[in-house]
């Protein structure tokens, strides 16, 4: 062979295609009034309430701290938190 000439042709090589491989969406743990619960990564206190459905009025607690109700859709959750969904008790 010289120099700057092409060489033999290689035989092409076909690749098997791969199948898709799909990460479950991530999940985390918390516990909303002494009960698990799994929600998605990413999940707000809004969207455990809209899971839970409590019938108005409440307040709500993460790990024993007061979240007001203007923060609901923007307080994430994490892993292992503790929400709680308290409602007042009447009567006399």
Known sequence: MHAGSPGPALPKIEQAPVPAFRFPPAAMNITINQQATELSDGATV?????????????????????VPKARYAEQALNDGDRLEVISPVTGG
């Open 46 to 66: 809004a969207d455990a309430l809209a899971q839970l459905a409590p019938r108005p009025p409440f307040a709500v607690a993460i790990n024993t701290v007061f």
